[in-house]
């Protein structure tokens, strides 16, 4: 655990209690301040029940900081009723990054890598601390991608903190000065949240504004309009990346070659095609981010492409689960929009595609132009209806009310060369409760596939 001495003595509520939520609230208990901790839900009081207080009836008069989950509206749709609360009182909203930073002070020395995007977060993240503690190098994952930054243990000198942030997270942070900071990609996404694409783009921005200090590095995906017009505004060290376009000064891919042109001549760094687990251009820009991050904290280049060959990719993330006489099934439920989805399709051949949940868009038509390797789709769910009106003109296509009916189907029409593909473009709130249950529930049918057919 990660404590804050600033924060002792300290007022702090602290509402929603998720695995951020619980270890903020055990966080700041640790550093001596007054905690009081709050969920709607009863059971998720639970595990901070010593400190649990319901801050609706609790006086705000008396706090010197709300800390807010990421899950909880800021804005929109419209302001929680304890952001009024808070707001109307004077009390500063914080986030648990708010306390990390606080708490840097009293850390050994050492770096902080932040992360956003709208696609390739979780695997960029997990990417570049698999690469530090492969050159030798302490390294701590966490954020978005599971575990709470505060629950993390302490590093010791010379380790390098490695974070994933959503947008919620960053527009909830008051104060964060990563040594690096990386952008990925924004196309739109958690509009519902954010109200306009403008205010998503700005939550992702927020990142950079909130870097200081005398070096700040940036490293910026510049394959679309808004990371290319960011890289071009900032003061600090940027590196660009692409998979697009060689560049003149940065790091690109082209042809799966990685290449390092950060001082200007273009090196060959080596072929990612070798990557198992990063296939794909998706994972391309992956790797090229993630190179750039690990080179600006001084690694050696040699050291950090074998390091890269031996990723074992992620859960959920296009995931191979198990070939079945031929027939690959591959897990990428965390495809939550379709943006994900084109990615997944374009990395492979003969599919058999496994798609639909609750819609976070008003439309699916972009993806018609990734379909051709498609033989089959199978819609299901609430957006079932939506994606066969938006793209079944250009694919073979039946409806399904749940996913293991449509993953039913799929097996029953694959055969050796194919490829069994959930890629939802879709959230899976219609039928589980996050997108870890519905790949978890993908993963057991296909492992209950493999046992029938041994």
């Known amino acids: 655990m990660i404590t804050a001495p600033a924060y002792q003595d300290k007022k702090i509520g602290v509402f929603g209690l998720a695995r951020t939520g619980i270890a903020a609230a055990e966080a700041l208990t640790a550093s001596g301040a007054r905690v009081y901790a709050w969920d709607d839900a009863a059971a998720k009081r639970l595990p901070v029940q010593a ?44 986030s648990d990054i708010d306390v990390f930073e606080a708490a840097r002070e009293a850390l050994p020395k050492h770096h902080t890598v932040a992360i956003t995007g709208t696609n390739g977060k979780s695997t960029t993240t997990a990417l570049i601390g698999h690469i530090i503690e492969a050159c030798g190098r302490p390294a701590a994952v966490g ?15 010379g380790g390098v903190y490695i974070f994933e ?58 394959d679309d309009e808004h990371g290319e017009d960011l890289a071009e505004k900032l003061s600090s060290d940027v590196v660009k990346v692409s998979v697009v376009t060689p560049l003149d000064q940065g790091v690109y891919v082209q042809e799966a070659i990685l290449f390092d042109a950060m001082e200007n001549e273009a090196i060959e760094v080596g072929d990612l095609r070798q990557a198992i687990c990063l296939q794909g251009e998706h994972n391309w820009q992956n790797a090229a981010a993630a190179y750039a991050v690990c080179r600006k904290l001084g690694l050696k280049t040699k ?63 972009h993806l018609a132009s990734a379909v051709s390797d498609v033989k089959q789709a199978y819609f299901m769910g609430d957006a079932a209806e ?27 029409n694959a055969v050796e060369g194919d490829v069994i593909l959930l890629s939802p473009a879709c959230t899976a709130f219609d039928q589980f409760t996050d997108f870890e249950k519905r790949g978890e529930a993908f993963r057991a049918y296909a492992f209950a596939q493999q046992g029938n057919a041994s």
């Open 51 to 94: 400190v649990a207080e319901d801050l609706y009836a609790l006086d705000f008069d008396t706090l010197d900081a709300l800390l807010l989950a990421p899950g909880v509206p800021l804005t929109h749709p419209e302001p929680h009723m304890l952001v009024k609360k808070a707001q109307a009182a004077g009390v500063p909203l914080i």
């Open 143 to 157: 954020g978005n991608i599971g575990t709470g930054v505060l629950a993390l243990s302490a590093l010791k000198k």
């Open 165 to 222: 942030l959503s947008s919620f997270q960053i527009d909830l942070t008051q104060h964060f000065n990563a040594d690096v900071a990386v952008l990925l990609n924004v196309t739109p996404d958690h509009l519902d949240r954010h109200g306009t694409f403008e205010n998503y783009l700005a939550a992702k921005t927020r990142l950079f504004e909130m870097q200081k200090g005398k070096a700040p590095v940036a490293v910026i995906g510049v």
């Open 303 to 365: 050291k950090i492409f074998k390091a890269m060959l031996s990723f074992p990719g992620l859960v959920h993330r296009q995931e191979i689960v198990t070939e079945i006489k031929g027939v690959r099934y591959v897990n990428d439920s965390k495809a939550t929009n379709s943006d994900a989805a084109l990615r997944a399709l374009k990395s492979f051949k003969n599919i058999h595609w496994v798609a639909g949940g609750r819609a976070k868009e008003k439309s699916f038509t």
């Open 386 to 412: 939506q994606l066969a009106s938006d793209l079944g003109d250009k694919v073979r296509h039946k409806l399904y009310k749940t996913m293991l009916e449509a993953l039913d189907a799929a097996a029953q």
